[in-house]
């Protein structure tokens, strides 16, 4: 069974660009969570989408985030435009439902330069 | 507010030398606990959930247990590959996550 997937692995853009990240979860999980780790710190929660619904993004730090899920399936993260606090690893999970674990993707390294 | 908190922040082993980590936690509404383990550049591989005090699992040289207030991931007999960041998390729906204990086991 395949794993989640993220795309790109790595991603270093100029502050002001914009940036999408892309998560494909396990097929057929219909919970689908974005975290981030900035330097030094923990892992911490961005949102949460059950199906294509936002569940919950109450850790999406402001407006220039936007997640999308579309038909359920994969999920976009754009950044626009970037700012140097947005630099760190960018992790998507998914799990069957929210009891269950979340199964994590090898993340995307963002920096804004 | 919210917390998870894990002890040591970094722990260096002999290998066959046995040890615990620690992670106590604050979290309303608790649904599990769960462990990770994270390799260097990769994302975090689930290991454990545990759902209630005195639950405990086991896989290979782990053992995770749960009290009310803290985890404890006992390593028995390490093997320098189980070298790694091993993470703690909790929470209700979304995940709340410790720093981590980064183990190294020298051979």
């Known amino acids: 069974e395949a794993g989640v997937t993220q795309f790109p692995s790595h991603s270093v853009i100029e502050k002001g660009q914009t940036v999408t990240l892309r998560c494909d979860p396990i097929?057929?999980?219909?919970?689908l969570y974005w975290y981030r780790r900035v330097m030094g710190k923990e892992i911490k929660f961005l949102l949460h989408?059950?199906?294509?619904?936002?569940?919950?993004e109450s850790g999406m730090p402001n407006n220039r985030f936007l997640a999308e899920r579309t038909g359920g399936t994969y999920s976009t993260l754009k950044v626009q435009p970037a700012e140097l606090e947005d630099s760190g690893v960018y992790f998507c999970?998914?799990?069957?439902?929210?009891?269950?674990?979340?199964?994590f993707g090898p993340g995307t390294r963002l920096t804004v330069t | 507010e919210d917390q998870v908190t894990q002890s040591p922040e970094a722990l260096r082993l002999q290998e066959g030398e046995s040890s615990s980590l620690n992670c106590s936690y604050t979290?309303?509404?608790?649904?599990?606990l769960f462990w990770y383990r994270q390799d260097p550049g990769k994302g975090p591989e689930f290991l454990f959930t545990?759902?209630?005090a005195g639950e405990e699992k086991e896989k290979e040289r782990l053992k995770a247990t749960l009290t009310k207030k803290e985890s404890f991931l006992h390593i028995t007999a390490p093997k320098p590959e189980d070298s790694a960041t091993y993470l703690c998390?909790?929470?209700?729906?979304?995940?709340?996550f410790g720093t981590g204990t980064l183990l190294a086991v020298q051979p």
């Open positions: 545990l759902y209630s």
């Open positions: 097929s057929g999980h219909d919970n």
């Open positions: 979290v309303s509404g608790l649904r599990g």
């Open positions: 989408f059950v199906k294509e619904s936002k569940q919950d």
């Open positions: 999970a998914s799990s069957q439902d929210y009891i269950s674990e979340q199964y």
């Open positions: 998390a909790g929470g209700f729906r979304e995940l709340i």
